[in-house]
């Protein structure tokens, strides 16, 4: 499966930006996804994860509450939902798949992902 990212910008400290992960191929249903975010100078982070169907979701602590992650398989897509942004959420965004043997498979770890997309940049102004 290939990933294209988008949506990134420049926002002031407080608004919202949505990114949009879009797949390739027909049989994007069997794939857990995630989001992860690399900031320059820092590791990169995992922020949020969702499962085949998009019954379950993850968020790590820095996003919980702020950020909302949805899929539409029948559009092949992915979604991130930033709200509240703050400066520290200023990073390149990394959108990444990997199949999933069921859809009780919630993937936290950027480690276990096998496709990733090329990024787009968030900046938050303060």
């Known amino acids: 499966v290939q990933l294209q990212a988008s949506g990134g910008g420049l926002v002031q400290a407080g608004g919202s930006l949505r990114l949009s992960c879009a797949a390739s191929?027909?049989?994007?249903?069997?794939?857990?996804v995630g989001w992860s975010r690399q900031a320059p100078g820092k590791e990169r982070e995992f922020v949020a994860a969702?499962?085949?169907?998009?019954?379950?979701?993850y968020y790590s602590d820095s996003v919980k509450g702020r950020f909302t992650i949805s899929r539409d398989n029948a559009k092949n897509t992915v979604y991130l939902q930033m709200s509240s942004l703050k400066p520290e959420d200023t990073a390149v965004y990394y959108c990444?798949?990997?199949?999933?043997?069921?859809?009780?498979?919630?993937?936290?770890?950027?480690?276990?992902?096998?496709?990733w997309g090329q990024g787009t940049q968030v900046t938050v102004s303060s």
């Open positions: 990444a798949a990997t199949v999933a043997i069921s859809d009780y498979v919630l993937i936290y770890s950027s480690e276990a992902y096998r496709y």
């Open positions: 191929g027909r049989t994007f249903s069997s794939y857990a």
């Open positions: 969702i499962t085949r169907s998009g019954g379950a979701t």
